[in-house]
Nanobody, 123 residues
Framework: QVQLVESGGGLVQTGGSLRLSCAASGGTLSNDNMGWFRQAPGKEREFVAGIRARFLNTLYGDSVKGRFIISRDNAKNTVYLLMNSLEPEDTAVYYC????????????????WGQGTQVTVSS
C-alpha cells in the first residue's frame, strides 16, 4: 500500500513562493500518474496540477497556470509543487494523490492520498 506524505506548507505573504513535496513509501511512484489538489474551507476539492508517470506531460488548473510548476524525481520517489506569485486565494490544504490510470483532473480517479499540508497566504 502506497503512503503519501506532503510537506512544505506554511504561511507566506502575497507574492511569495513555497515548494511542496510529496514523498511516497510502501511502493514506487515511478509508474504512477500524480496529482496535486487543494481544498479551501467550504469549497470542493480543486485540481491544481498533475504529471504523467512517463514522458512527464503536465496538466494545470486554470487558476494556477503560469504560476505553479509540478515536477517529479522518481529516484527520490517524490513529487514537487513549486508555487510562485502566491495569492490569498491560494490558501487551502494541499493534497498529493497517486494511482490514476490517466493524467486527470478528477479526484475520484486517484487511489492514494496524503494527509494534506496547509498553505496560508496573507494579504
Amino acid at each position: 500500500q502506497v503512503q503519501l506524505v506532503e510537506s512544505g506548507g506554511g504561511l507566506v505573504q502575497t507574492g511569495g513562493s513555497l515548494r511542496l513535496s510529496c514523498a511516497a513509501s510502501g511502493g514506487t511512484l515511478s509508474n504512477d500518474n500524480m496529482g496535486w489538489f487543494r481544498q479551501a474551507p467550504g469549497k470542493e476539492r480543486e485540481f491544481v496540477a498533475g504529471i504523467r508517470a512517463r514522458f512527464l506531460n503536465t496538466l494545470y488548473g486554470d487558476s494556477v497556470k503560469g504560476r505553479f510548476i509540478i515536477s517529479r524525481d522518481n529516484a527520490k520517489n517524490t513529487v514537487y509543487l513549486l508555487m510562485n506569485s502566491l495569492e490569498p486565494e491560494d490558501t487551502a490544504v494541499y493534497y498529493c494523490a497517486a494511482g490514476a490510470l490517466l493524467l486527470t483532473l478528477y479526484p475520484n480517479q486517484y487511489h492514494y492520498w496524503g494527509q494534506g499540508t496547509q498553505v496560508t497566504v496573507s494579504s
